[in-house]
């Protein structure tokens, strides 16, 4: 073996060191001593995150009560489940927030212009499942490069994106199915 197999590299702080450092440091509340990411930066983004879920939830919602037709009703109980699905990751990223020392931001004035999914009522059935599988991807792809840029800086909020785009994956999926479903013809490639 080379030289640098005999290098052992340290695991963690001594256990006095951690817990000196803990008590040092209790003004930092769940951020600790050894965050390296920038903490504003962070609650910004989040408060971006926050307001997408939201209009998410809002979209959702009105869709489930909006949506109309003879087959409706299967789809109307879909959209009121990511509702709900999206109302959990609001609750999960306002919590985030808050750890990080930040308020999270509710005010619906310019909900919107913070937001990174769009509002649109949309029309017919079709249209709906159309708005929605658009705003899907909008997150998906949103998540996937909020994931990339937190890397290792903060791999709690690194985490909780990643559990919010399994779910994110999952519903254009959804609508992806319900849109082949009601246009007889499927529109991705396999």
């Given amino acids: 073996?080379?030289?640098?197999?005999?290098?052992?590299?340290?695991?963690?702080?001594?256990?006095?060191?951690?817990?000196?450092?803990?008590?040092?440091?209790?003004?930092?509340?769940?951020?600790?001593?050894?965050?390296?990411?920038?903490?504003?930066?962070?609650?910004?983004?989040?408060?971006?995150?926050?307001?997408?879920?939201?209009?998410?939830?809002?979209?959702?919602?009105q869709h489930s009560i909006a949506g109309h037709g003879i087959s409706s009703e299967g789809v109307k109980a879909e959209f009121a489940v990511h509702a709900k699905e999206e109302l959990e990751h609001v609750h999960m990223v306002a919590e985030r927030i808050n750890q990080l020392g930040g308020n999270p931001d509710f005010n619906p004035e310019g909900l919107l212009s913070r937001s990174a999914s769009q509002y649109v009522a949309g029309g017919n059935l079709v249209e709906l499942i159309k708005e929605n599988l658009i705003a899907e991807r909008i997150a998906v792809d949103h998540y996937r490069e909020l994931i990339r840029y937190f890397g290792n800086d903060d791999p709690g909020t690194?985490?909780?994106l990643e559990d919010i785009l399994r779910v994110e994956e999952e519903h254009a999926d959804d609508m992806h199915d319900l849109l082949v479903a009601h246009e007889g013809k499927p529109m991705l490639k396999n």
């Fill in 1 to 61: 073996m080379g030289q640098a197999a005999n290098v052992q590299k340290p695991f963690l702080s001594d256990v006095q060191t951690l817990r000196d450092r803990a008590r040092k440091n209790l003004n930092d509340g769940a951020i600790g001593s050894n965050y390296v990411g920038d903490v504003s930066k962070t609650i910004e983004i989040l408060q971006s995150v926050l307001a997408t879920e939201i209009v998410c939830v809002l979209r959702y919602t």
């Fill in 158 to 160: 690194k985490n909780m």
